[in-house]
């Protein structure tokens, strides 16, 4: 492999000549070989680099021109495009486990952005530091990359998701609405409901999730961009801030703006916190949900079924033609993914110290890991399985009237104490409950007729 010589404050380095990180890149790139290529810092964090260090530049050269010369603007411009689509994805190869500021990746970007526009200019014309991360410093950059990396994630990514499956439960509602079967507490019978009902409990949790979710983007829509080191904006001309934010929203379409306190922005991560609380919310919902689809579809001759659901592949490598509710236990999964990260993102916001939160590569991380998750895991439950659902309705009716909670309608009729008389003759004896209830003498067996209608309990 052919090498260049590069150089930063500690000296000099050897770095690959076909890449375009730099010295400081370089460094980590050696000092912390800690899940190399396995747990590289996420692209979205590389693609909300690339858009603020463009904002930044623009930023720059509205307010002091004489140092970010239109010229400089342009390729920098130009480069962050690059940065933003993906192009340039193979010079950032460093992990997360690196320093808590991430002052590595900043650098990396800076170094990136740098030598590809010098490359651009035929010349020596951007510097890492004084240029790329001009009016900035790591520690604004990178809280700023993690807020605009988990907006776009979860506007962009999850909330699509969860609108498409809660869509496919408006649709199964209409189309189950006359379906009454038995309803269930504490896993045992319980009085009817309607199916149409039961899935309108999915899809109410789903649209109370995603309003949970918008709530949190817009705290995440702060921005701490313009603290530079330690909150005082210190090297960061006056309105900076403020036009750097702007130009991140126009960039992303997004409503973004200044943080109005940037000591909060660089050392406080509560905003990422409640956002993922969000995540973990929509994460035990879907929880609740795969549960109960794969309960309901359990069988197929000795379980509940009374739904049926789309048979995707084989079930088992010894049981002929198994079928199994793959895409229920794909959700489960990475359910338990997202609240073991709630756990460490929690952990990694608590450790805010004095001017700076230095856990934050672990944080987004695990952040970024629960909305991708998330947003493919619904995307694939709702296209292989939820679309496809369908009642069961001869099981839910034989279910239904054999359920011994149907005996609640002869409350009004009988009371408490001797309709449950009833359903324990009925359970005992192993008959109906209209035959419990007439040879206990409680009811005619024409009255019972009269006042038993389950499909009017719902």
């Not at 149907?406 to 004896?429: R, S």
């Amino acid at each position: 492999m052919d090498y260049r010589i590069e150089h930063d404050s500690m000296g000099e380095v050897r770095v690959p000549n076909d890449k375009y990180w730099g010295a400081q890149t370089e460094r980590s790139h050696e000092n912390f070989p800690i899940g190399v290529g396995i747990e590289t810092m996420p692209r979205e964090i590389t693609h909300a680099l690339g858009i603020l260090k463009k904002a930044a530049a623009m930023a720059n050269y509205e307010i002091k021109p004489e140092k970010m010369t239109k010229e400089k603007r342009d390729i920098i411009m130009k480069v962050c495009d690059e940065v933003i689509s993906g192009n340039l994805n193979e010079h950032f190869p460093l992990v997360v486990w690196q320093t808590g500021s991430g002052t590595q990746s900043n650098m990396n970007t800076n170094e990136v952005i740098a030598n590809r526009g010098n490359e651009i200019a035929g010349k020596v014309l951007l510097h890492p530091n004084d240029d790329i991360n001009m009016s900035q410093s790591s520690n604004d950059t990178f809280p700023t990359a993690m807020h605009i990396s988990a907006v776009l994630a979860l506007e962009d990514r999850v909330i699509p998701a969860v609108e498409e499956l809660i869509n496919t439960f408006i649709r199964l509602e209409a189309e189950n609405e006359g379906i009454v079967k038995s309803g269930r507490t504490h896993l045992q019978d319980a009085t009817p409901i309607k199916f149409s009902q039961e899935i309108s409990g999915w899809r109410a949790s789903l649209e109370k999730d995603k309003k949970m979710i918008l709530a949190a983007c817009n705290e995440l829509k702060e921005l701490a961009l313009g603290g530079t080191a330690v909150g005082t904006g210190l090297n960061a001309p006056k309105g900076f801030a403020e036009k750097a934010a702007e130009n991140v929203g126009k960039l992303t379409g997004k409503d973004f703006r200044s943080s109005p306190n940037k000591f909060h922005s660089l050392t406080s991560k509560d905003e990422i916190v409640f956002a993922h609380g969000a995540l973990k919310a929509l994460a035990a919902d879907m929880m609740k949900i795969a549960n109960d689809v794969r309960w309901l579809a359990s069988g197929p001759r000795d379980g509940l079924g009374e739904i049926f659901i789309p048979e995707n592949e084989p079930g088992s490598s010894i049981m002929p033609g198994k079928v199994n509710p793959t895409q229920c236990e794909q959700v489960t999964m990475v359910a338990v993914q997202v609240m073991g990260n709630d756990v460490t993102v929690g952990m990694a916001a608590s450790q805010g110290n004095f001017e700076l939160n230095v856990f934050m590569p672990v944080c987004a991380y695990n952040f970024l890991q629960s909305a991708r998750l998330l947003s493919e895991s619904i995307s694939s439950f709702n296209k292989n399985c939820a679309i496809g659902i369908k009642a069961n309705k001869e099981k839910m009716h034989h279910n239904l009237y054999n359920s011994l909670m149907l005996v609640t309608a002869l409350n009004p009729y009988i009371g408490y104490e001797n309709a449950a008389k009833t359903a324990k003759k009925a359970f005992k004896d192993n008959i109906s409950l209209k035959e419990a209830c007439v040879e206990l003498g409680f009811l005619t067996a024409d009255k019972f007729d009269e006042v038993f209608h389950p499909e009017e309990m719902v």
